[in-house]
T-cell receptor
Framework: EAGVAQSPRYKIIEKRQSVAFWCNPI?????LYWYQQILGQGPKLLIQFQNNGVVDDSQLPKDRFSAERLKGVDSTLKIQPAKLEDSAVYLC?????????????FGPGTRLTVT | AQTVTQSQPEMSVQEAETVTLSCTYDTSESDYYLFWYKQPPSRQMILVIR??????QNATENRFSVNFQKAAKSFSLKISDSQLGDAAMYFCAYRSSVSGTYKYIFGTGTRLKVLA
């Protein structure tokens, strides 16, 4: 089965510019996660979708970050405007989204550099 | 709120030797899952091993095993017969079993170096 796809793999922008990341989860996976991973740290959950509804976005900086998951499949994460501290790898993961389906499958990530 | 702590930023092990990575967590929930994930330099995170909190038996997956101490809220990973390919960042993670959330919380990671 195909894995979690993300694009682009790398992005360099200047501060105050906008950027968008795309994620295509594993087919049939109900739960989709976006994580921010700053160099040397563990992934931090930004937002979690169950189908096309938001389950948790408590750590999403909503003044500049937004995310959507239309039709419960693909998802986009946007930053507008970007700040220097947004430089990180943005990981997308998906899971079947049931009690017993515990495993998250991760995409390769998008490395964002804000200059 | 749940927290996950990995107190060893970096560990080294000789090839073919055994190493143990530590993880502690804090939660008020009685039912949950614990995981160890491996992130090689290419950055794609993969699952190494999982443990259901309701199971007393420690999980094992080939050369990887855990020591799960529920009362102490400790969850360590033991890698036996270490191989060069084991070199990576290892993250301990907690997953709530609260229905409808299944939120994951990751520790800060331990970088494992394997010496030839």
């Amino acid at each position: 089965e195909a894995g979690v796809a993300q694009s682009p793999r790398y992005k360099i922008i200047e501060k105050r510019q906008s950027v968008a990341f795309w994620c295509n989860p594993i087919s049939g996976h109900a739960t989709l996660y976006w994580y921010q991973q700053i160099l040397g740290q563990g992934p931090k959950l930004l937002i979690q979708f169950q189908n096309n509804g938001v389950v948790d976005d408590s750590q999403l900086p909503k003044d500049r970050f937004s995310a959507e998951r239309l039709k419960g499949v693909d998802s986009t994460l946007k930053i507008q405007p970007a700040k220097l501290e947004d430089s990180a790898v943005y990981l997308c993961a998906s899971s079947a989204g049931t009690e017993s389906s515990y495993e998250q499958y991760f995409g390769p990530g998008t490395r964002l550099t804000v200059t | 709120a749940q927290t996950v702590t990995q107190s060893q930023p970096e560990m080294s092990v000789q090839e073919a030797e055994t190493v143990t990575l530590s993880c502690t967590y804090d939660t008020s929930e009685s039912d949950y899952y614990l995981f160890w994930y491996k992130q090689p330099p290419s950055r794609q995170m993969i699952l190494v091993i999982r443990q259901e909190a309701y199971k007393q038996q420690n999980a094992t997956e080939n050369r990887f095993s855990v020591n799960f101490q529920k009362a102490a809220k400790s969850f360590s990973l033991k890698i036996s017969d270490s191989q060069l390919g084991d070199a990576a960042m290892y993250f301990c993670a907690y997953r709530s079993s609260v229905s409808g959330t299944y939120k994951y919380i990751f520790g800060t990671g331990t970088r494992l170096k394997v010496l030839a």
